[in-house]
């Protein structure tokens, strides 16, 4: 490499670190060499730089809100097997991976047995919501019941409320598992404060009527599912636990091993 390139080139690093472009000052050298092999004019070597860093903080954008979601695994529908679920509505479901009701701000419902792929479905939506440039945040019922509860006893729950306004969708995951005790009413005002603000996606191993276990109150557990329902999407999961069958199939694998 000639002195007056190594020149450019060290310009061109500082240049972009200084303008924060990252995708470019990594990938220019490579497009600069295949502007060259194929005689490319100037704005055609300039629109390549600009692409690549379009495409690097398009996927850096990704990352942080993948990991901003906290999701305990990634998931996608294609790998989730709605054979084993025949009355499941497989297009509408795909339907919702527009992501569409995020827009709209309606909210879904995965309702049915435990295992039988309601969190999995509720993941993959929110990687679709994701990748569909929305802000996402996973919780588990408990785990948001738990927060708001020390939020209230330190009288900072307004502004705690406030804070989950930043995402266009929440999903609240394995709802009526455990009680919630005191944070059951709490969790209500939660969901008041977001309807029509922005989209919930609830899973839940219990019906509608029995919704009051959770929440200890009639009128709170009415008033609720009149806000959730207003505007919802509601799936009915029913079938085989996922987790039984995968575990039958595999015993019976080993047993043919052995």
Not at 102 to 125: M, Q, S, W, Y
Not at 136 to 163: D, M, S
Request: net charge positive.
């Amino acid at each position: 490499m000639n002195a007056a390139k190594a020149t450019q080139e060290a310009l061109i690093d500082l240049y972009a670190r200084e303008l924060r472009l990252p995708g470019l000052r990594k990938a220019y050298r490579e497009l600069a060499r295949d502007a060259a092999q194929s005689g490319q004019d100037p704005l055609a070597y300039l629109a390549a730089c600009l692409t690549a860093e379009v495409e690097s903080r398009r996927q850096s954008r990704l990352q942080r809100r993948l990991h901003l979601a906290r999701f305990p695994a990634l998931k996608t529908l294609d790998s989730f097997d709605f054979t084993a679920l025949p009355d499941l509505p497989k297009a509408r479901v795909l339907q919702l991976a527009d992501a569409s009701f995020v827009k709209d701000r309606e909210n879904v419902i995965c309702l049915g047995p435990t295992g039988t792929g309601k969190t999995h479905t509720a993941i993959a939506l929110g990687v679709a919501a994701i990748h569909a440039g929305w802000r996402v945040r996973f919780t588990t019922a408990v785990a948001l019941g738990q927060e708001l509860l020390q939020a209230h006893n330190e009288a900072r729950l307004p502004k705690a409320l406030k804070g989950w306004d930043r995402f266009d969708l929440v999903i609240l995951d394995e709802l009526g598992y455990l009680g919630l005790g005191p944070a059951g009413p709490l969790l209500f005002q939660f969901c008041a404060h977001r309807y029509e603000r922005g989209s919930l996606l609830i899973t839940t191993n219990l019906e509608f009527s029995r919704w009051v276990e959770v929440f200890g109150d009639a009128a709170l557990t009415s008033a609720l599912l009149d806000r959730l329902t207003h505007r919802s999407h509601v799936l009915l999961f029913n079938g085989e636990s996922y987790r039984f069958r995968e575990s039958q199939q595999r015993l019976r694998k080993e047993g043919v091993s052995h």
